[in-house]
């Protein structure tokens, strides 16, 4: 007789890798995001989100109906404890121009339509800030514009100040395939959030704890 697996969280969290990949690293697709190494108290909101049906996915929904918030944090325990290589960026051979409009809104922001740097919350490395910052290089360029259209037509929304929403909606279109374009161009050698932010950030914003 095959012996039983064992009953561990990876185990259990095999169902997460349809779409999300082997161990949370994502798939070649473009429209799912990485989750392993991101901040616990994150992906433990967006797990809260899709149950409670502030974020709208069907079959997350489906899948989170029945479990408790102990255990959607247990999830996002595990997932946030996974330290796994980063697959080559995925965007190569984008036109200079929006590369660099792209870093800039990115880095430095834009005072002329009251953009803050992205940097200035998610971490100056792009990798997130624990304990509820994601991190936005690793994703998928499609997901990226996927989210930030979301956040822009209120498909997507945060507890208030609602700041990702306000910012989008500043940007123009171009703007925002520049910053998805930049963000998925960009290599990661290691992906775990910092600690803190080195200065408050100069927008007021909940988007870190919903």
Same mark, same amino acid.
């Given at each position: 007789?095959?012996?039983? +697996? +064992? !009953? &561990?969280?990876?185990?259990?969290?095999? /169902?997460? /890798?349809?779409?999300?990949?082997?161990?949370?690293?994502? #798939?070649?697709?473009? @429209?799912?995001p990485r989750i392993a190494g991101k901040p616990?108290?994150?992906?433990?909101?967006?797990?809260?989100? %899709?149950? !409670?049906?502030?974020?709208?996915?069907?079959?997350?929904?489906?899948?989170?109906?029945?479990? &408790? !918030?102990? @255990?959607?944090?247990?999830?996002?325990?595990? %997932?946030?404890?996974?330290?796994?290589?980063?697959?080559?960026?995925?965007?190569?051979?984008? *036109?200079?121009?929006?590369?660099?409009?792209? =870093?800039?809104?990115?880095?430095?922001?834009?005072?002329?339509?009251? $953009?803050? /740097?992205?940097?200035?919350?998610?971490?100056?490395?792009?990798?997130? $800030?624990? +304990?509820?910052?994601?991190?936005?290089?690793?994703?998928?360029?499609?997901?990226?514009?996927?989210?930030?259209?979301?956040?822009?037509?209120?498909?997507?929304?945060? &507890?208030? +100040?609602?700041?990702?929403?306000?910012?989008?909606?500043?940007?123009? *279109?171009?703007?925002? $395939?520049?910053?998805? #374009?930049?963000?998925?161009?960009?290599?990661?050698?290691?992906?775990?959030?910092?600690?803190?932010?080195?200065?408050?950030?100069?927008? =007021?914003?909940? &988007?870190? %704890?919903?």
């Amino acid at each position: 007789m095959a012996a039983e +697996p +064992p !009953d &561990s969280m990876g185990q259990r969290m095999q /169902a997460c /890798a349809t779409c999300h990949g082997k161990e949370g690293r994502a #798939t070649n697709s473009g @429209y799912f995001p990485r989750i392993a190494g991101k901040p616990a108290g994150y992906l433990y909101n967006q797990l809260i989100n %899709f149950r !409670d049906g502030r974020r709208q996915n069907a079959t997350m929904a489906y899948l989170l109906d029945h479990m &408790s !918030d102990q @255990y959607l944090m247990e999830i996002a325990k595990h %997932f946030a404890s996974l330290d796994l290589p980063y697959p080559p960026a995925q965007t190569t051979k984008a *036109p200079a121009a929006t590369l660099a409009r792209g =870093e800039q809104l990115v880095r430095h922001g834009d005072a002329s339509l009251g $953009v803050p /740097a992205c940097a200035s919350c998610h971490g100056a490395a792009m990798t997130g $800030v624990a +304990p509820a910052m994601p991190g936005l290089l690793g994703l998928p360029h499609d997901y990226l514009l996927g989210q930030l259209g979301a956040w822009r037509t209120g498909m997507r929304r945060a &507890s208030l +100040p609602d700041c990702m929403g306000e910012i989008t909606r500043r940007l123009s *279109p171009q703007d925002v $395939v520049a910053v998805a #374009t930049w963000l998925s161009s960009q290599p990661v050698k290691r992906g775990l959030p910092v600690g803190s932010l080195p200065a408050q950030p100069t927008m =007021e914003c909940g &988007s870190g %704890f919903r």
